[in-house]
């Protein structure tokens, strides 16, 4: 596997990614603009923070899946979030969880980061998401 994993002792837990991520490989695959529509376009969840996350990180697996690489390879994960408040996390979370089986999204997640937004490109669009991975 090209991607290490860790949570060194001395740095804040619990929290639902790992802190490091350390990878080999020489290719480099990078997802970004990941948002909840659909391959013609249709928004998945208006609305819906939980449903939102969801449907984004659906679209970052197939993504990732189109260059041969899938959440194992991933070194960090972003997510951008509308309005975002800490009192959203359960919400994120929950959009997080529901969908991690399905992709095989690690748990925890590779490193990653929550960055609150005033907008994205339009006004539905609640949650947008880039990957970074290495492979072989």
């Known amino acids: 596997m090209s991607v290490r994993l860790s949570s060194p002792t001395g740095l804040m837990t619990p929290v639902p990614y790992?802190?490091?991520?350390?990878?080999?490989?020489?290719?480099?695959?990078?997802?970004?603009?990941?948002?909840?529509?659909?391959?013609?376009?249709i928004p998945v969840a208006p609305g819906d923070l939980a449903g939102q996350v969801a449907q984004a990180l659906r679209n970052t697996a197939i993504g990732l899946a189109a260059a041969d690489a899938s959440f194992r390879d991933v070194l960090r994960l972003t997510f951008y979030v509308v309005g975002w408040d800490p009192s959203m996390m359960d919400e994120f979370m929950a959009g997080v969880e529901g969908v991690a089986a399905e992709i095989a999204l690690p748990q925890p997640m590779p490193p990653s980061s929550l960055i609150g937004v005033a907008m994205l490109f339009e006004p539905e669009v609640l949650v947008e998401v880039e990957a970074t991975a290495i492979a072989e």
Do not use: C, M, W, Y
């Open 18 to 41: 790992h802190h490091v991520a350390s990878g080999t490989g020489s290719r480099h695959i990078h997802v970004a603009g990941q948002i909840a529509r659909t391959a013609d376009g």
